[in-house]
C-alpha cells in the first residue's frame, strides 16, 4: 500500500557557548587562518595588486641586409663599406667593397628564422693592420602574441685588440630591452621607423655616437650579446680581414600591463 507524507517540520539545532569556550576559540583560529595567512602570502610573493606579467614567445626577425661596416688601422685610419649609398660616397678614398655573405635559418620548421649566419671579407692592403672594427646590422623585429609590435631594430658589433687581427667570429643572442611593458592588445609600430636616413647626405647622419645616443632614447631596442668572441690574428699576404657571426633569434620574456581580464 502506498504512503503519502500529510506533514513535515524541520527541525533547528542551536549551538551556543560562554565567550570563554574551547568552541569559540577554535572558530577565531579557523578565521585568522583562512585569512592572515593567504594575505602575506600574496603580497610577499608580488601577486597582490599585480601592475605588471611577462609572457614568453619567439619573435619574428628578418635581417634587413643593411648593414655598416669599420675598420680601424693601427696607424689611425680606417677603411669603411655600408649599404647605405650616400655613406659610401662620403667615404672616398676609405671606400672598401667586400664580398658580404648572409643566410637565415628556420632550425624547428615553425615559420620563423632561428638565426642568421653573417660573412663579410674586406679587402686590405698587406701594409694595413686591422687592429678593430665596428659592424652594424639592422632588422625587421615583430611581435605577435598579444599587440601587434613592429620596429626596426639592430646588432651592434664591435672588437679592438692591440694585436693586429685576420679574422673575428662571434656567436650571440639579439635580445629584446624593455624600459617599459608592451601593450597587451592592439598595433604598437612606434619604433617602425628607419633607424638610419637612407637619403642622409651629410656625415653627421652616419655618425655612431649620435646613432647609438638616437636610438637609445626607444623605450624598446634590441642588443647583440657578444657570447663568444675569437679573435684571430696572423693575416696572410693578399688576404682580407673577416668578420662572421651567428646572431640567434631567442625566446623572449616580454612585460605587459597586468589586466586581469586576461587571466
Known amino acids: 500500500m502506498a504512503v503519502i507524507q500529510v506533514y513535515s517540520r524541520p527541525v533547528l539545532q542551536n549551538y551556543k557557548a560562554s565567550l570563554c569556550s574551547k568552541a569559540l576559540l577554535f572558530q577565531i583560529c579557523v578565521f585568522i587562518l583562512t585569512i592572515i595567512p593567504p594575505f602575506f602570502v600574496a603580497y610577499k610573493s608580488y601577486g597582490f595588486w599585480m601592475k605588471v606579467d611577462t609572457y614568453s614567445e619567439q619573435p ?25 649609398k650616400d655613406f659610401n ?25 632561428d638565426l642568421l649566419h653573417f660573412k663579410v671579407e674586406m679587402p686590405v692592403l698587406d701594409t694595413e693592420n686591422v687592429q678593430g672594427f665596428q659592424l652594424l646590422l639592422f632588422f625587421d623585429y615583430r611581435l605577435y602574441k598579444f599587440s601587434e609590435f613592429r620596429m626596426e631594430s639592430m646588432a651592434y658589433i664591435q672588437h679592438s685588440s692591440p694585436q693586429a687581427g685576420a679574422e673575428y667570429s662571434t656567436d650571440g643572442h639579439l635580445r629584446l630591452m624593455q624600459l617599459q611593458p608592451l601593450a597587451h592588445r592592439g598595433t604598437d609600430d612606434r619604433f617602425n621607423i628607419p633607424i638610419i636616413d637612407e637619403n642622409g647626405i651629410f656625415a653627421e647622419t652616419y655618425d655612431f655616437k649620435k646613432i647609438f645616443q638616437e636610438y637609445n632614447k626607444r623605450n624598446v631596442t634590441t642588443r647583440f650579446s657578444d657570447d663568444y668572441p675569437v679573435w684571430v690574428a696572423g693575416r696572410g699576404a693578399n688576404k682580407p680581414f673577416i668578420i662572421s657571426a651567428t646572431i640567434r633569434y631567442a625566446e623572449e620574456s616580454i612585460e605587459y600591463p597586468f589586466v586581469a581580464s586576461l587571466i
Do not use: C
Not at 643593411?66 to 677603411?79: C, F, K, S
Open 60 to 84: 619574428h626577425v628578418l635581417f634587413k641586409h643593411h648593414v655598416v661596416a669599420v675598420l680601424n688601422m693601427q696607424d689611425g685610419g680606417y677603411v669603411a663599406w655600408s649599404t647605405f
Open 89 to 113: 660616397i662620403l667615404q672616398q678614398d676609405h671606400l672598401r667593397i667586400p664580398l658580404v655573405k648572409s643566410r637565415e635559418e628556420d632550425v624547428n620548421r615553425d615559420g620563423k628564422f
